[in-house]
């Protein structure tokens, strides 16, 4: 039993997840039958759901990751910095996916996409675990979100909280941020 220091309200649960990881799944290997896909997992949040997703398409998959993070700042002077970009030649005349966990703002996904459009990809799509409702509005690309959140931080299953609480297998609310 893992030490938990926060009030957390379960919002998804494992059946949820697992339920909606197999439909996109599914869906995946209908649209993608007979291609090959590269998935590049945006570190570290989505590395649960990538691999849970992952194991359930049954196409040959090629992988390679990317670290970005958001500077501190104010919510309009925060910038992005890439830690680890593409090092692999698996997105030029490819069909890629992009596997993130949310869009709170779409700032990160914003400039992972535009990044990955450099490459040359054959076509790029954007799968995102969750996104939080009324927070991005300004995004302009489309996305595929299995779940909409509330506008409140949430923990499990690969989100955390000063890097805490990744492990859980059901996604939680925090109600006592700080
Ligand atoms: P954005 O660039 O504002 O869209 O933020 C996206 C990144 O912030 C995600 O990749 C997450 O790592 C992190 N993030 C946003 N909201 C939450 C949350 O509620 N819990 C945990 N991480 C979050
Ligand atoms: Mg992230």
Redesign the pocket.
Known sequence: MINIKHKLNLLISKQEIEKEITILANELNDKFQGEQISLIM?L???VFFFADLARKLNMPIKMDTISISSYLGTESTRKVKFHKKIVKPIIENKHVLII???IDTGR?LTNVYEYLQTLNPKTLEIITLADKEGCHEDFKYNYRSLFKVPNKFVVGYGFEIDDLYRQLDQIYTIEDEN
């Open positions: 945006i570290n949040g989505s993130e966990d949310i990160t």
